[in-house]
């Protein structure tokens, strides 16, 4: 078999010519114009990355988005500061602090102290509980909800179908599996969490329909391990040595891709995977955000 690639940049630029629309819908109907705050702490070069460009996808899409960096050596009652400043700004309507933040900040702490309105990360425990109870209709994490918006977008329903998550961290394993056995018609999957403690991960692995991968290990599954016809989606970002390339390195998933897909139905590349999704959804998130805080009344 050789495999359908899903393609998480074709797929995000559908996702995200509807989001310009509705930021220029609510800009023309109530004169009010999205934003969102995106919170760096340190300098780290990866996360820089990722701030910028999701402040770039802001502009691109009509949403103000307004970035502020702090030094490393921020105090964490500085940083909660900041939040309560834009907790109580009303022209804000999501906020997000770009994980990790330096050790001596607890980040649990960050978590707690944003409004769960303007939560678009969907990393408070209110958001997550409400999730968790099948209410879809506020925010969704980014990253399983772009997993969920592949499948959907490709034409592959969950239901029914066995599903199997690599990974168990609360950003993406926790939550993805949540969402793929939920009861709607996003979910309705059979799932089992696989993790570092699973004693016969490929019992798991070569009975999926469906496997999520998001263990944050290069090329950790392998084609000897997966069934024929198997949907893959591979969360992994992983930086690896490669002395052919510019600058040293080049980027890979969690499943090798050479192995794995020539047994897949469907795959998804890396780079250009789920990667772009993430933020197609954050910007959706912000887009609720903005949406909910009108319908609550607010005028800006
Ligand atoms: N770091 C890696 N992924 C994410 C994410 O989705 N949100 C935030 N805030 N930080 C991250």
Same mark, same amino acid.
């Given at each position: 078999?050789?495999?359908?690639?899903?393609?998480?940049?074709?797929?995000?630029?559908?996702?995200?010519? %509807?989001?310009? *629309?509705?930021? $220029?819908?609510?800009? =023309?109907?109530?004169? #009010?114009?999205?934003? +969102?705050?995106?919170?760096? /702490?340190?300098?780290?070069?990866?996360?820089?990355?990722?701030?910028?460009?999701?402040?770039?996808?802001?502009?691109?899409?009509?949403?103000?988005?307004?970035?502020?960096?702090?030094?490393?050596?921020?105090?964490?009652? %500085?940083?909660? *500061?900041?939040? $309560?400043?834009?907790? =109580?700004?009303?022209? #804000?309507?999501?906020? +997000?602090?770009?994980?990790? /933040?330096?050790?001596?900040?607890?980040?649990?702490?960050?978590?707690?102290?944003?409004?769960?309105?303007?939560?678009?990360?969907?990393?408070?425990?209110?958001?997550?509980?409400?999730?968790?109870?099948?209410?879809?209709?506020?925010?969704?994490?980014?990253?399983?909800?772009?997993?969920?918006?592949?499948?959907?977008?490709?034409?592959?329903?969950?239901?029914?179908?066995?599903?199997?998550?690599?990974?168990?961290?609360?950003?993406?394993?926790?939550?993805?599996?949540?969402?793929?056995?939920?009861?709607?018609?996003?979910?309705?999957?059979?799932?089992?969490?696989?993790?570092?403690?699973?004693?016969?991960?490929?019992?798991?692995?070569?009975?999926?329909?469906?496997?999520?991968?998001?263990?944050?290990?290069?090329?950790?599954?392998?084609?000897?391990?997966?069934?024929?016809?198997?949907?893959?989606?591979?969360?992994?970002?992983?930086?690896?040595?490669?002395?052919?390339?510019?600058?040293?390195?080049?980027?890979?998933?969690?499943?090798?891709?050479?192995?794995?897909?020539?047994?897949?139905?469907?795959?998804?590349?890396?780079?250009?995977?789920?990667?772009?999704?993430?933020?197609?959804?954050?910007?959706?998130?912000?887009?609720?955000?903005?949406?909910?805080?009108?319908?609550?009344?607010?005028?800006?």
């Amino acid at each position: 078999m050789s495999a359908n690639l899903i393609s998480g940049n074709e797929i995000s630029a559908s996702v995200n010519h %509807e989001t310009a *629309a509705e930021a $220029a819908s609510i800009a =023309a109907e109530y004169g #009010i114009q999205p934003a +969102l705050a995106v919170i760096l /702490v340190g300098e780290d070069p990866a996360s820089q990355v990722y701030v910028n460009r999701k402040a770039k996808k802001c502009v691109e899409l009509g949403i103000r988005s307004e970035k502020i960096v702090l030094p490393a050596d921020t105090q964490e009652s %500085e940083l909660l *500061a900041v939040i $309560a400043r834009l907790n =109580a700004d009303p022209s #804000i309507h999501g906020i +997000l602090v770009q994980s990790p /933040v330096p050790k001596h900040i607890d980040e649990q702490k960050v978590v707690l102290a944003i409004d769960p309105t303007k939560d678009v990360d969907c990393f408070h425990p209110m958001n997550v509980g409400r999730m968790m109870l099948g209410d879809f209709s506020g925010f969704l994490p980014c990253t399983p909800w772009g997993v969920i918006t592949m499948l959907q977008r490709s034409g592959i329903s969950p239901a029914g179908k066995k599903a199997v998550v690599l990974g168990r961290s609360n950003i993406v394993g926790k939550p993805m599996a949540a969402m793929l056995s939920a009861n709607n018609e996003l979910g309705n999957a059979t799932v089992a969490t696989c993790h570092s403690r699973t004693k016969d991960l490929e019992f798991y692995t070569k009975n999926a329909d469906i496997i999520v991968a998001a263990i944050g290990i290069p090329n950790f599954l392998k084609g000897d391990q997966v069934s024929e016809g198997a949907v893959i989606i591979d969360v992994g970002i992983n930086r690896i040595a490669d002395s052919a390339a510019k600058n040293g390195c080049r980027l890979v998933g969690d499943v090798d891709f050479e192995s794995v897909a020539p047994k897949a139905s469907y795959i998804t590349p890396v780079p250009g995977g789920v990667g772009p999704m993430t933020i197609a959804m954050l910007m959706k998130n912000t887009i609720r955000a903005c949406k909910a805080a009108i319908a609550r009344g607010q005028t800006k």
